[in-house]
């Protein structure tokens, strides 16, 4: 079967374009955890607020894009649970689930999941649904942090609006152009290798 064809096939992510095996999928969630937590470690911190800003929330997105919902979930999950159990690779090399934005690891393991399921869909083969696909993401990461935060805290539900959803707009606009970009450029490459 040619990769033209394979692209064509409803249901298929990027992943699904490697040779099907139990091991590709093992090292897919593996890389895919990996990948969260060195991206993570690019962050900058932003003034009055206890969230930086990450490469994290990108690349769970691509994570969950590029494997899938079932193999993006797993692969956000294993980040979260190998960071609460002391591996420092949350911002700011930060581990464990006590603090203020954990909230947010929780909402991307979500995020993975359901652009995963939209990327099944065919959301990151244009550049338009790739946009509502990223901005679903963004929302349902934000859906869970910004309470959590709240809570971790005891900030009221505008401050924290304030101090963990308000900062991160521009940056999450970049990251949604990246992924425009990158996705269906990922897509259209492979069909002309087919």
Do not use: C, H
């Not at 033209?4 to 374009?17: C, I, N």
């Not at 190998?82 to 979500?110: D, H």
């Not at 005891?154 to 992924?179: C, E, H, N, R």
């Amino acid at each position: 079967m040619s990769t033209a064809s394979v692209t064509l096939r409803p249901g298929t992510v990027l992943a699904d374009l490697l040779p099907a095996s139990r091991t590709r999928d093992i090292a897919l969630v593996i890389g895919g955890a990996a990948l969260t937590g060195i991206a993570a470690q690019l962050s900058v911190l932003v003034p009055g607020s206890p969230v930086p800003v990450s490469g994290q929330t990108f690349a769970a997105l691509l994570v969950g894009t590029a494997l899938g919902a079932r193999r993006g979930f797993l692969s956000l999950a294993l980040y979260a649970v190998v960071g609460m159990a002391g591996m420092p690779w949350f911002a700011e090399g930060a581990s464990g689930y006590g603090m203020p934005s954990f909230g947010y690891i929780l909402g991307m393991l979500l995020a993975a999941t359901v652009v995963g399921d939209l990327a099944r869909r065919g959301a990151d083969r244009s550049v338009l649904r790739t946009a509502g696909a990223m901005a679903v993401g963004s929302v349902i990461i934000y859906a869970v942090g910004v309470p959590y935060l709240a809570l971790a805290t005891g900030m009221s539900f505008g401050a924290a609006v304030s101090a963990g959803l308000v900062p991160f707009l521009i940056g999450d606009a970049l990251k949604a152009a990246l992924a425009m970009g990158a996705l269906p450029t990922a897509w259209k490459l492979i069909g002309r290798r087919g």
